[in-house]
């Protein structure tokens, strides 16, 4: 995918009520290792998060490196008054016309809405802007709150995979599900 060819040189920036989703910044290296380290926030995920704010660093790094190569689009999830990061949302794993979201919320932001503000936003611009067919998002069974989000967006449960994901710290593996929005017309 080439995001500056769709968005030009600069990082694409959306403001809604609450939230501004904006690129990730090596001054946000420090509130990105607070709330992943929250293992109530890091649960689900393939990864424990950042090991330290040098860390977290590096990881933005990599998301902004990610951008430019046209792999992945990571937002910061920042507040929208004090600027602050809770969370992140991301497009990746293009391949045609589809590609695979994801999401992670500092805990003290669930139950808020605010995550819905941020997928809303990114299915229009996976649609409306990077002209993708299908979004699709892989969750833990477990992951009920994640799973209600999708549904409230119309997203279909499709499958089981089976042993799908594996911890990236613990090695564990562990049965996921697969939930797709396509764009109707």
Request: aromatic share 12%; proline share 2%; net charge negative.
């Amino acid at each position: 995918m080439n995001f500056t060819q769709l968005f030009g040189t600069s990082f694409p920036t959306i403001q809604t009520e609450r939230i501004r989703l904006r690129k990730l910044k090596p001054e946000d290296a420090p509130t990105l290792y607070n709330y992943y380290s929250n293992e109530n926030v890091y649960r689900y995920l393939d990864w424990n998060g950042p090991e330290s704010i040098e860390k977290s660093n590096d990881v933005i790094n990599i998301w902004n490196e990610g951008y430019e190569k046209g792999w992945i689009i990571r937002f910061a999830i920042a507040d929208k008054v004090s600027d602050e990061v809770i969370g992140t949302i991301f497009l990746s794993e293009f391949v045609g016309r589809r590609a695979e979201m994801g999401y992670e919320l500092s805990e003290e932001y669930w139950h808020s809405g605010i995550m819905s503000e941020a997928v809303n936003e990114v299915l229009s611009i996976g649609f409306n802007q990077l002209g993708l067919v299908r979004i699709q998002a892989i969750v833990a069974e477990e992951n009920i709150a994640s799973r209600s989000l999708l549904t409230k967006f119309h997203f279909k449960e499709e499958g089981y995979l089976r042993q799908y994901e594996c911890h990236s710290v613990t090695g564990e593996c562990r049965d996921m599900l697969i939930y797709s929005l396509v764009q109707k017309g």
